[in-house]
């Protein structure tokens, strides 16, 4: 295994990732609740068109950072929620990385967002939409805080094939995942899901093209800077090594509310 210096050295990638390449990766470290955020969401921003001033919920943020991103890139009012990190923790991450006065904290469930109709300009979801996202009313419930022409967009795990096509989980996704891995799914599988609704209108629905080489770069980081973690880290190392992209990535969607 690379030590942790060349691991987390190897989470600076200018080439694909110039934005993200600015921020510290132990930084970025100390806020893990899953695959590299930044990555993720800036590979998502090519097929968005935000502008400054914008009013953006991040929905499922975690920890925060691609909050701080979103405010800090583009000059955005960003709304950061998430129900699993304890209330005021996002407060003094947003304080800490001095943008407080353009990130407002929600400790709120995804399905109980306390916002008014038409609020947002865009809703950003980065590896959390797969929790909640894939039920058939959800879109339709979610699209109710969008402004009209308001842009959607998440970043959420996948299997290049559908789980009811395999008619399974794959033994090596579910000794690590286990069910969990049912709600990966392919992007033609969301651009169906979010269509049919006559809602939106789906404007990309792509895998990302380095989606389980950045997971497994992350990971392996990760597995190095947190002893404590280690062995939980290694087991998803272990299940993407053993996968070598054939089955595993990340689904890239994006939409415009009708």
């Given at each position: 295994?690379?030590?942790?210096?060349?691991?987390?050295?190897?989470?600076?990638?200018?080439?694909?990732y110039?934005?993200?390449?600015?921020?510290?990766?132990?930084?970025?470290?100390?806020?893990?609740?899953?695959?590299?955020?930044?990555?993720?969401?800036?590979?998502?921003?090519?097929?968005l068109?935000?502008?400054?001033?914008?009013?953006?919920?991040?929905?499922?943020?975690?920890?925060?950072a691609?909050?701080?991103?979103?405010?800090?890139?583009?000059?955005a009012?960003?709304v950061?929620?998430?129900?699993?990190?304890?209330?005021g923790?996002?407060?003094e991450?947003?304080?800490?990385?001095?943008?407080?006065?353009?990130?407002?904290?929600?400790?709120?469930?995804a399905?109980?967002?306390p916002?008014?109709?038409?609020?947002?300009?865009?809703?950003?979801c980065i590896?959390?939409?797969?929790?909640?996202?894939?039920a058939?009313s959800?879109?339709p419930?979610l699209?109710?805080?969008?402004?009209?022409?308001?842009?959607?967009?998440i970043a959420?795990?996948?299997?290049?094939?559908?789980?009811?096509?395999?008619g399974?989980?794959?033994?090596?996704i579910?000794?690590?995942?286990?069910?969990?891995?049912?709600?990966?799914?392919?992007?033609?599988?969301?651009r169906?899901?979010?269509?049919?609704?006559?809602?939106?209108t789906?404007?990309?629905?792509?895998?990302?093209?380095?989606g389980?080489?950045?997971?497994?770069?992350?990971?392996?980081?990760l597995?190095?800077h947190?002893?404590?973690?280690?062995?939980e880290?290694?087991a998803?190392?272990?299940?993407?090594?053993?996968?070598?992209?054939?089955?595993?990535g990340?689904?890239?969607v994006?939409?415009?509310?009708?």
């Amino acid at each position: 295994m690379a030590t942790a210096d060349s691991a987390i050295a190897a989470l600076t990638r200018p080439d694909r990732y110039p934005r993200s390449s600015r921020y510290d990766p132990h930084w970025l470290l100390t806020l893990d609740m899953g695959p590299h955020p930044l990555w993720l969401l800036e590979d998502l921003l090519q097929d968005l068109d935000l502008r400054p001033g914008m009013r953006i919920l991040d929905l499922g943020a975690g920890k925060g950072a691609t909050s701080v991103f979103l405010a800090r890139e583009y000059d955005a009012e960003v709304v950061s929620t998430d129900w699993w990190l304890p209330e005021g923790t996002a407060e003094e991450i947003f304080t800490a990385a001095g943008v407080a006065d353009q990130v407002t904290a929600v400790h709120t469930e995804a399905h109980t967002l306390p916002f008014p109709d038409e609020a947002f300009d865009a809703i950003l979801c980065i590896d959390a939409y797969e929790y909640f996202g894939t039920a058939d009313s959800y879109l339709p419930y979610l699209t109710r805080f969008l402004r009209p022409k308001g842009q959607l967009g998440i970043a959420t795990p996948a299997l290049n094939r559908e789980p009811r096509d395999l008619g399974t989980i794959p033994a090596h996704i579910k000794a690590v995942v286990g069910w969990e891995a049912a709600a990966w799914h392919t992007p033609d599988w969301w651009r169906f899901h979010w269509e049919i609704t006559d809602l939106v209108t789906v404007t990309t629905a792509r895998p990302h093209p380095e989606g389980w080489h950045d997971w497994l770069l992350w990971t392996r980081a990760l597995a190095e800077h947190r002893p404590e973690q280690a062995q939980e880290q290694q087991a998803v190392v272990e299940m993407l090594e053993a996968d070598g992209g054939e089955l595993l990535g990340f689904a890239m969607v994006t939409a415009r509310k009708r």
